[in-house]
Nanobody, 126 residues
Framework: QLQVAESGGGLVQPGGSLRLSCAAS????????VGWFRQAPGKEREGVSC????????YYRDSVKGRFTISRDNTKNTVYLQMNSLKPEDTGVYYC???????????????????WGRGTQVTVSS
């Protein structure tokens, strides 16, 4: 069964850091673009960051640029999202998603993605 699973969420104070992991099983992430999305209560799911399958090009939504870093380790079949300088508005359920796309580009458009995890809760609060 092809699936991805997130881990690493938790409660952190403003200004703190978390690293989320997205591990694939049943397939290898080689050739897949991977995106991170989040959803706050009562809000739409929004794209946070993505990484392409070729050349590891990365994209970020404006509000997280300079604070979040996405990376991949194909030897571990895992994509990471390092989140620093966290703010209360970063609170939400974080999802990773993957789509097979051999390209130097990736997208934050959620409907492009096929395989979704169940999410991990991130709460930024004092």
């Amino acid at each position: 069964q092809l699936q991805v699973a997130e881990s690493g969420g938790g409660l952190v104070q403003p200004g703190g850091s978390l690293r989320l992991s997205c591990a694939a099983s049943g397939f290898t992430l080689d050739g897949y673009a991977v995106g991170w999305f989040r959803q706050a209560p009562g809000k739409e799911r929004e794209g946070v960051s993505c990484i392409s399958s070729s050349d590891d090009n990365t994209y970020y939504r404006d509000s997280v640029k300079g604070r979040f870093t996405i990376s991949r380790d194909n030897t571990k079949n895992t994509v990471y999202l390092q989140m620093n300088s966290l703010k209360p508005e970063d609170t939400g359920v974080y999802y990773c998603a993957a789509v097979y796309r051999r390209s130097r580009e990736c997208t934050l458009y959620k409907y492009e993605y096929v395989y979704w995890g169940r999410g991990t809760q991130v709460t930024v609060s004092s």
